[in-house]
C-alpha cells in the first residue's frame, strides 16, 4: 500500500494551506489515518489522527487551527491548516494503519510534504 502526500509549499504566518494525502494499492481496508511532522533537529511528532468512523484527535499545539478529514471512497485525507506559524514549519508526513487484499495488516507512510511558513 503506497501513500502519496501532496499540497505542502511556502506561506506566510496567518496563511492557509491543505494537504492530501492518498492511499493506493491492494487495500482491503483502511483504519485509522494520520498526519505527522518532524522538524529539523526535531522528532517526529503526531499532528492529528482520525479514525475510520471519523473521529479526531489532534495535538495541543494545533487545535483550533488545523482540520483533519477523510474521504473513504477515495481513500483519501486531508489536513486542512488555518492560521499558521512559523513553529508549524516541518516536513508533514502521512500514515495509514489497515489490512490489504491479502489479509495482510499494513502501516503505511507516505513520502513527505514540506510546510514553510515564513515572512
Known amino acids: 500500500v503506497q501513500l502519496q502526500a501532496s499540497g505542502g509549499g511556502l506561506v506566510q504566518p496567518g496563511g492557509s494551506l491543505r494537504l492530501s494525502c492518498a492511499a493506493s494499492?491492494?487495500?482491503?481496508?483502511?483504519?485509522?489515518m494520520g498526519w505527522y511532522r518532524q522538524a529539523p533537529g526535531k522528532q517526529r511528532e503526531m499532528v492529528a489522527v482520525i479514525t475510520s468512523g471519523g473521529s479526531t484527535n489532534y495535538a495541543d499545539s494545533v487545535k483550533g487551527r488545523f482540520t483533519m478529514s477523510r474521504d473513504n471512497a477515495k481513500n483519501t485525507v486531508y489536513l486542512q491548516m488555518n492560521s499558521l506559524k512559523p513553529e508549524d514549519t516541518a516536513v508533514y508526513y502521512c500514515?495509514?494503519?489497515?489490512?490489504?487484499?491479502?489479509?495482510?495488516?499494513?502501516?503505511?507512510w507516505g513520502q513527505g510534504t514540506q510546510v514553510t511558513v515564513s515572512a
Open positions: 500514515n495509514a494503519h489497515g489490512w490489504d487484499s491479502d489479509d495482510d495488516p499494513f502501516d503505511s
Open positions: 494499492g491492494s487495500i482491503f481496508s483502511i483504519g485509522a
